[in-house]
């Protein structure tokens, strides 16, 4: 039964104590699940919990109640079945562009020429074989990114967890980032979890996308946003699917239900 | 082969940081110029205005520069950097050895920060200058009263410079670490040791100023030998010419240092540099 299932988070909730020792409950009852293979987007308004949830699964927060588990392993902290890819890159500035993206292998205690080996074919991966020894100071935003990907993948998860992976990148940069994420995953055929507050990367990029709303932070919905086969973004921009469900993910943030476009307003 | 989307990106960003260096480059040469303007103009002023005045209170650059060749010429110079230059390192010295470990102890332990954080927070703030008298009934008038003002004086910045340093790791980076699973001696050693690096170039650098002063006083009070030995003898026999010589090997000496710890600084950590400097 989860033997096809990358991520299963079942009842995750998460109180928070704030400064003056209030609770805070930031999530609520939140399940979904991950099939393998496929990308999910977890979107939703500001202080919707987004976030938390992904770093609950990262493994970085611990849930108040609920259990989460990755490639059927509970998850307990964080763990080499995942891969995570933060929102600024965070790589080490003192560390080459392949230095970074070895850091993730250290911890593995990989012999030395393994390590290398697969911290340039990640780094292969995503295009920057040419910017290898090149510090992160060196390197624009877009190609730092790049690096925080290629770390996330030395590694080989199971899953490829992003918090935002776009969000500081400029609307150029963003887009080519974001075709070469498809690319990746077609090359690779990782699972993908990403939180994003963009409504169209998630409907354009994901397969499916958990929609979260405040106070606490809850599931409103999945919105089901596979395009079939392997179009292109720009095809995708331009479908009539598109915009239809980018309507209907604005209407399940905002907490309301899918409503026709020319139905009348709730 | 490559999944990369946009080939022309990276070329792109060379062409930016390009434009950026020579832009740099050129603002450089003009603040440069502009800097040996105001030099000129100051000794300019100077010499005009010391030829007014009696030679028993001020001395001109022309007569200054006339005492260095003579001060260097007769050995008496040398023979008094030589006399500050070893307290001095010592003193230095033993700031580091002492300064750098304290302060990373007491950035990484609570407990260290509650015993002894209002410590290195009064030291730092005090005028440890008061000392003197008292390290002088302690260290009587040699080697060892003028090293222990500079390391006095020194110890405190570079102590709470580096605990600062300490307290500012990026937590994200750290998360990085906790992320990608790495075991805590690894993650002091390869994150928040590196990120340190530059506070403790700050407070060394620092510490430069401050042990420059300290070498000074102690023998101002003193005043036996070294370079603060020079200026109080000139000073007592009136030849301001012999007290403006030293007063400029004293400045010459502090900036030299200063741009030695800055060469070093580059080279231990030269992604710093790029990332905080005012280059753009």
Redesign the interface.
């Known amino acids: 039964m989860s033997g096809d299932l990358a991520v299963d988070v079942q009842g995750v909730s998460k109180v928070f104590r704030d400064d003056k020792g209030r609770e805070v409950q930031a999530l609520h009852d939140v399940s979904f699940q991950v099939r393998r293979g496929e990308i999910v987007a977890l979107t939703g308004r500001s202080g919707c919990g987004k976030t938390t949830l992904l770093r609950i699964v990262m493994g970085l927060e611990h849930p108040t109640s609920g259990t989460v588990e990755v490639d059927g392993e509970q998850v307990r902290g964080p763990g080499v079945n995942r891969g995570i890819v933060f929102q600024n890159a965070e790589l080490l500035p003192w560390r080459t562009a392949l230095g970074n993206v070895e850091f993730g292998l250290e911890a593995r205690g990989l012999p030395k020429a393994e390590r290398r080996a697969a911290a340039e074919r990640a780094i292969e991966l995503v295009g920057l074989a040419h910017a290898a020894h090149r510090r992160p100071h060196e390197l624009s935003g877009g190609m730092r990114q790049r690096v925080g990907i290629a770390r996330a993948l030395a590694i080989d998860p199971a899953v490829l967890l992003m918090d935002e992976p776009f969000s500081a990148l400029d609307a150029q940069t963003r887009e080519n980032m974001q075709a070469e994420l498809l690319e990746i995953h077609e090359r690779t055929g990782k699972t993908i979890v990403f939180v994003s507050h963009d409504i169209d990367e998630s409907v354009l990029l994901a397969d499916r996308v958990v929609t979260l709303v405040p106070d606490p932070g809850r599931v409103h919905g999945v919105l089901d946003t596979a395009f079939g086969g392997s179009t292109s973004l720009d095809e995708r921009r331009g479908s009539a699917e598109f915009a239809l469900r980018r309507h209907e993910l604005l209407q399940l943030v905002h907490g309301r239900e899918i409503q026709q476009q020319d139905g009348v307003s709730a | 082969?490559?999944?990369?989307?946009?080939?022309a990106?990276?070329a792109v960003?060379d062409e930016t940081?390009l434009s950026r260096r020579i832009r740099a480059q050129r603002r450089g040469g003009r603040d440069r110029l502009i800097t040996a303007g105001t030099v000129v103009v100051l000794l300019i002023v100077w010499e005009v205005a010391a030829r007014q005045v009696n030679p028993i209170l001020a001395a001109p650059p022309s007569a200054v520069l006339q005492a260095l060749i003579s001060m260097i010429g007769d050995g008496s110079l040398p023979k008094a950097v030589w006399e500050s230059a070893q307290p001095f390192l010592a003193g230095y010295l033993l700031a580091i050895v002492v300064g750098v470990p304290v302060g990373l102890l007491i950035g990484r332990f609570r407990v260290v920060e509650a015993a002894i954080g209002w410590l290195i927070i009064a030291g730092y703030a005090m005028p440890m200058i008061a000392l003197t008298p008292v390290f002088m009934l302690w260290f009587g008038l040699g080697f060892a009263v003028k090293a222990a003002m500079v390391m006095t004086m020194t110890v405190f910045a570079i102590s709470i410079n580096t605990w600062n340093g300490v307290q500012n790791v990026?937590r994200?980076?750290i998360?990085?670490g906790?992320?990608?699973?790495?075991?805590q001696p690894?993650i002091l050693g390869?994150?928040v040791i590196?990120s340190v690096i530059p506070s403790i170039m700050t407070g060394l650098r620092i510490g430069i100023g401050k042990a420059v002063v300290g070498i000074v006083i102690a023998e101002f009070f003193t005043a036996i030998g070294g370079v603060g030995g020079v200026i109080v003898d000139a000073g007592h026999s009136f030849q301001p010419d012999r007290m403006f010589a030293a007063v400029v090997v004293l400045m010459l000496a502090a900036v030299a240092l200063t741009g030695l710890i800055g060469l070093v600084e580059r080279w231990l950590?030269?992604?710093?540099r790029?990332?905080t400097g005012g280059a753009h």
């Open positions: 082969m490559t999944a990369l989307a946009d080939k990106a990276p960003d940081s990026p994200t980076l998360e990085v906790t992320a990608f699973c790495a075991s690894r390869q994150i590196p950590a030269p992604w710093n790029s990332i």
